[in-house]
């Protein structure tokens, strides 16, 4: 069911708590694309995100991932999703192989092709030093790390992220977006939320911004450049001056 659909497709997703967190959002992403969803403190970013992940249900909407109803079939959805928060949730008492080794588990994977992907991780994520070093002793990006590869071990066809790179020194928050940048280049669709606008600028090939849980300006930069009338400026000054304006996409 992946193969004509898009990557995500959302349609009406709402969620309120004593206010409005995400308000009928509408939504499409397609397959292969690196996507950044940006917006300000309390603007529904991780509200949407956790929802399409499956960890929060919506009040209202559908979420369609790759053609699968995710409020329908979350056991399907997921199998073929990554999440990572910007906390990372690991075992503290495993080892990163060891981790990798239970997540892979629980995915049924075939033990061979797990150990495969683990050990590519590893290298990949830099961390052959500790792969057998309990994660308690880890800095808070170490643990970032390891629980993007347990994100990633499966092969996920959809990969979100909530503030990937917080915690991260520079030479490790290079690692991670190399990591993800291969991922969309061998076809995975990534969707991320950051406040690092450079982040975004840099990587992102189409860009959603939202504030108030709703819509406002999405589309590559150059749209959004054009949109805000500055044609010339930064994410951040397209970002400030779309965000203020605040009105709805049609």
């Avoid at 999703?81 to 239970?102: F, H, S």
């Avoid at 939320?193 to 590559?220: P, S």
Wanted: hydrophobic share 45%.
């Amino acid at each position: 069911m992946t193969g004509s659909h898009p990557a995500l497709s959302i349609r009406g997703l709402s969620k309120v708590y004593d206010r409005p967190a995400v308000d009928n959002l509408d939504l499409d992403v397609e397959p292969g694309a690196f996507y950044a969803l940006l917006g300000p403190n309390g603007a529904g970013k991780t509200t949407t995100l956790r929802m399409i992940a499956g960890l929060l249900p919506p009040d209202a909407g559908s979420i369609g991932i790759f053609g699968i109803d995710a409020l329908a079939d979350p056991v399907g959805a997921r199998r073929i999703t990554a999440w990572v928060p910007d906390e990372p949730m690991i075992y503290e008492r495993l080892t990163p192989l060891e981790y990798l080794e239970l997540v892979a588990g629980l995915w049924q994977m075939d033990r061979v092709v797990a150990e495969h992907a683990a050990r590519e991780l590893i290298e990949l994520l830099e961390l052959g030093e500790q792969a057998n070093e309990r994660c308690e002793s880890f800095s808070k990006g170490m643990r970032q790390k390891v629980a993007l590869a347990g994100a990633l071990v499966h092969d996920p066809k959809l990969i979100i992220l909530d503030e990937p790179l917080t915690g991260l020194d520079a030479h490790a928050a290079r690692r991670v977006k190399d990591v993800l940048l291969a991922r969309v280049r061998d076809g995975a669709t990534v969707i991320l939320t950051t406040h690092i606008l450079e982040v975004a600028e840099r990587m992102a090939q189409r860009i959603g911004m939202i504030r108030g849980g709703r819509l406002v300006a999405e589309g590559t930069l150059d749209d959004l450049r054009t949109r805000s009338g500055q044609r010339e400026s930064t994410l951040e000054d397209v970002f400030l001056a779309l965000v203020a304006e605040g009105e709805p996409v049609s």
